[in-house]
């Protein structure tokens, strides 16, 4: 049975760290991505990462505070943002595509998904 597991905790001075546990597939063969729905928006990208972690992208927004990070012995992924701005509130969910030659960056090119976090960014 296929699970991804989020978690996650905001710390004091505007950072999160979401971690995403994984089981249920062969994790290390698997591209990473996490993506957030705020409310009444779309769920949108935020960054990816290969199978192997030499690669890794990020949307605009992401770019500079962000960091996606994985550890194949522990079949979890990361998900480090810094400098966090009430926009930033969403549900941050992560997701899991069978290796690929291009990262993903589209919801519904990923074959598996979490449930999700709640992550509240105060002003």
């Known amino acids: 049975q296929v699970q991804l597991v989020e978690s996650g905790l905001v710390q004091a001075g505007g950072s999160l760290r979401l971690s995403c546990k994984a089981s249920g597939f062969r994790f290390m063969s698997y591209d990473m991505g996490w993506f957030r729905q705020a409310p009444g928006k779309e769920r949108e990208f935020v960054a990816a990462i290969s199978w192997s972690g030499a690669t890794t992208y990020y949307v605009d927004f992401a770019k500079g505070r962000s960091t996606i990070s994985r550890d194949n012995a522990k079949n979890t992924v990361y998900l480090q943002m810094d400098n966090l701005k009430p926009e930033d509130t969403a549900v941050y969910t992560c997701?899991?595509?069978?290796?690929?030659?291009?990262?993903?960056?589209?919801?519904?090119?990923?074959?598996?998904w979490g449930r999700g976090t709640q992550v509240t960014v105060s002003s």
């Open positions: 997701a899991a595509v069978p290796e690929r030659s291009e990262l993903a960056t589209i919801g519904r090119q990923y074959d598996y």
